[in-house]
């Protein structure tokens, strides 16, 4: 068994810690979220469940991590990827994306982390499908992200682009959906 540094383990419980924290105020904020525009949504609900609790946390941790890209905050896309990282592993089913996390909690600047985001994207894809248990997951597509074309996931119709950032914010289309069956 793998001897593990005082430090290490401080690190991961404070990891581990923020990411329920963060993970539960994530939740309250959406179920908030959907209460407040259940009239102008028309019925239409913006959260998404999937089937493993991991898979869901791991999504979670995807969808903040989009919305840290378009605020092009840093810091919180390498934090948010760090614990991603960690609910990948756990969930284990995951090592292109758990790879692709780790390349992108590493990355200091927005352009390569955007980049490194539709690269997890598309890492993300199979592990979503047959995996939603409530909601829909909305797969978007900007043909202008990146250079050449990105897709990403959401929670809603609402294009909020996380590669254009505030300059072109409503740039994509809703090119699939993902729903339970």
């Known amino acids: 068994m793998k001897k593990f540094s005082l430090k290490s383990v401080l690190l991961l419980a404070v990891a581990m810690s923020l990411s329920v924290f963060t993970y539960g105020q994530h939740d309250h904020n959406m179920m908030n979220m959907n209460h407040k525009k259940e009239g102008m949504m028309k019925g239409k609900k913006m959260m998404v469940m999937l089937k493993d609790q991991n898979l869901n946390k791991a ?87 990146n250079g050449s074309g990105a897709y990403w996931f959401s929670n809603s119709e609402n294009i909020v682009n996380p590669y254009m950032g505030t300059a072109m914010p409503g740039c994509g289309t809703v090119k699939e959906t993902i729903k339970s069956m």
Do not use: W
């Not at 840290?68 to 292109?96: C, P, W």
């Open 59 to 145: 999504y979670m941790h995807y969808i903040m991590i989009k919305k840290s890209l378009f605020k092009a905050d840093t810091k919180r896309v390498k934090m948010m990827s760090q614990m991603l990282v960690g609910i990948l592993n756990t969930y284990g089913k995951a090592n292109e994306a758990s790879s692709i996390a780790a390349k992108l909690a590493a990355s200091t600047e927005i352009e390569g982390q955007r980049k490194l985001f539709a690269e997890l994207t598309l890492a993300f894809e199979p592990l979503l499908k047959d995996q939603v248990a409530k909601g829909t997951v909305y797969k978007n597509f900007c043909p202008m992200a």
